[in-house]
């Protein structure tokens, strides 16, 4: 469901786009969608907001799904462009 969100949004979409859209993705799935936290760039408010994905931002998506009463938890992070040397040096 994640990436489904991350391969259909691109520069400008707004997080509160993105975290509906994990919404509905998780629902389809058959899980009881529990909530998402989700932050791009420079801000680490992982609320879902009007602010946008641009161009060079990291995405953090975090998100918990209720299957049969067990709540999994995923993360996984984005990146919108190409790495630039810190990010590259990060991820070393």
Known sequence: A????IAHHGP????AAMAEALRIA?????LTFEYCLIACGANHNRAPSDARWQEGDVLSLDSG???QGYI???ARMAL???PD?????LLS
């Open 26 to 30: 998780e629902v389809k799935r058959g």
């Open 2 to 5: 994640m990436l489904e969100v």
């Open 85 to 89: 040397n810190e990010l590259n040096d």
């Open 80 to 82: 919108l462009g190409q």
């Open 12 to 15: 400008g979409s707004a997080k």
């Open 65 to 67: 799904g209720n299957f």
């Open 72 to 74: 999994g938890d995923v």
